[in-house]
Structure formats: structure tokens, C-alpha cells
């Protein structure tokens, strides 16, 4: 995994795996379909150093051959919360990877000037004290990604039991998101150049939502 000096709760995930997928994902001739599950691919290793930390408790379990320690994930079921409509795409990839964890959603739209405007928000009712990702694939502004916190915070979690899961991330929304939020680890798979004029991440990939949704 890589750092950057200017980011100290960024994370990339820079697996050659990940790096090969990501690069087939930024062609403009991969399909939606593939895309979808090069997206959920990816989605799975970066959940993995996502959740490397998740305390475990051990019990005892009875092997066809006799009785052994397991470990198993320990306290309340995980939160998984896609920003739409993008972040959909990432969150199917953390539920195989967490089954039984909750899902809440958080809609956003691009208003003027690139501003979140919020038009839905489906939580879990018990949010106290649960672990939370937040995911979305682009972190471009990192307007949207701030607005989603916000929302979270303003509902009593912590900062401390928030992560932000995306795949590519530029270094204007990233520095917006750690000034606003400056204790949330962030993981992405990769840091781009810059945001174009129209705030699209170079080189990006386009438009995540409309290549995982074949829309345009
Ligand atoms: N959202 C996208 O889907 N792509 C970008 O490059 C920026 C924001």
C-alpha cells in the first residue's frame, strides 16, 4: 500500500491486481458489464485492506474432526452506506465481502457549481457505535464526499467509525475532504493527476455512473 506525504490518512491500494483492473476500467472501450464487475472486483480488494483492522473474538467450533478455535468478527454489524448513484457499484462488492453487514443510502446530486445537493437520505435506525463505509468511486471536488459525512455526523457517529472507500481519487477533492474532515482514513486505488474544467478526474475513467450503468 502507498502513501503520500500531503494526504496522511490516504491509503492507495496500489496491488498489481488492482492496478491492472483499474487501467482496463479506464479504457473507454471496456463495456458496462465488464466495468460493473471489474468495479465489484476491485471493490473486494480494496475492502480487504479496508477492514483489516476489525476486531475479532474467538470461540470454539467443532471441525468434522474435533473441536478447534475459530476466530469470528466481533460487535455490531458493519454499516455500508453508497453514495448514488455510482457508489452503488463498490457497496455490492462490500456486502459479498460483508454479508450480514446493514445498508443505508446517501443521494447526491451535482447542483451549481459543483455543489451536493442532498435529495435522499435511508440510514439504519442504530447507527451509535456500528462501523461505517462510506463509498463512492470518484472523489473529484470532494464536496460530495464532505456532504456525506456531514449527514453522518449530524446523526451521532463518530469520525473516528467512519471510513470513505473510493477508487479513484484526485488531489483537490482529496485535500477538500482532509481539511473538512481531517480524521477519516481514506482508501482509494488510485490519486490521479487533477480535475479537468468541468471537474472530471484526469485521467480518470469518465463518468462512473454512466459506465456502470451503461447510461449517458
Ligand atoms: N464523477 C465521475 O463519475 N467522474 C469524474 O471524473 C468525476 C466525478
Known sequence: MKTDPRFPKLHIVDHPLVQHKLSTMREKKTPSNSFRQL???????????????????????????????????????LVIIPI????????????????????????????????????????????????????????????????????????????????????VSAPEGVETFQKAHPEIELYVASLDEKLDKNAYILPGLGDAGDRVFGTK
Open 39 to 77: 468495479l465489484r472486483e476491485l471493490t473486494y480488494l480494496i475492502g480487504y485492506e479496508v477492514t483489516r483492522d476489525l476486531p475479532l473474538e474467538t470461540r470454539t467450533i467443532d471441525t468434522p474432526l474435533c473441536k478447534c478455535k475459530g476466530n469470528f468478527i466481533k460487535g455490531k454489524k
Open 84 to 167: 448514488l448513484r455510482a457508489g452503488l457499484g463498490m457497496s455490492e462488492g462490500l456486502l459479498d465481502l460483508m454479508p450480514s453487514a446493514r445498508v443505508g443510502h446517501i443521494g447526491l446530486y451535482r447542483g451549481p457549481d459543483h455543489k451536493p445537493v442532498e435529495y435522499l437520505v435511508k440510514l439504519p435506525s442504530k447507527l451509535e457505535g456500528r462501523r461505517v463505509i462510506l463509498c463512492d468511486p470518484m472523489l473529484a471536488t470532494g464536496n460530495s464526499a464532505v456532504a456525506a459525512v456531514d449527514t453522518l455526523l449530524k446523526r451521532g457517529v463518530k469520525p473516528k467509525d467512519i471510513t470513505f472507500v473510493a477508487l
